[in-house]
């Protein structure tokens, strides 16, 4: 198999980050990396580059992380309820999904990827419960959300055996 390498003009998630010397594949650096600008390839002159990318990319990294922690103290002071329709016995119809999470985060003027939200599974139960929200390599939020009953929650009436 042929490769190449080629310098990062910007950060490819799972590739590396801008100002990144790195072989790939000879097709992937040909049909999509050097198409779209997100590459160059490597010569005496792009070598010269690589100072002001690396420059470049620690600022941004700064910058980034910095909107990390400041959304995660925001984060740490939003409580977020769920209202939902329950049956007999509490149990509910439907479940919580991380799309929910993020919906009613929007709702509440934070704006975050769907995919930095890490539900592994939906939430079935009413109750306290925990979605754990990564903004940033460095930085991860547990997000805590109740979920209530929309009507009081009946007993299920206990049936004898005789």
Do not use: C, W
Request: proline fraction near 4%; charged fraction near 30%.
């Amino acid at each position: 198999m042929a490769y190449s390498e080629v310098l990062l003009v910007q950060p490819v998630e799972g590739l590396g980050g801008e100002g990144d010397q790195v072989k790939v594949r000879a097709g992937y650096a040909r049909n999509f990396l050097l198409p779209r600008h997100i590459a160059v390839p490597v010569t005496n002159a792009n070598r010269k580059q690589i100072e002001a990318l690396k420059k470049r990319r620690g600022e941004r990294e700064a910058q980034e992380l910095n909107g990390a922690q400041e959304l995660a103290h925001k984060l740490e002071k939003m409580s977020i309820v769920f209202v939902v329709k329950t049956g007999e016995g509490g149990k509910m119809f439907g479940a919580i999904t991380a799309n929910d999470v993020h919906e009613k985060l929007v709702a509440g003027g934070v704006t975050i990827d769907k995919k930095r939200i890490h539900l592994h599974t939906p939430v079935k139960t009413i109750g306290k419960h925990e979605v754990k929200v990564r903004l940033h390599q460095e930085v991860s939020v547990e997000l805590a959300f109740d979920v209530v009953s929309e009507n009081p929650v009946e007993v299920a009436p206990v049936e004898e055996q005789k």
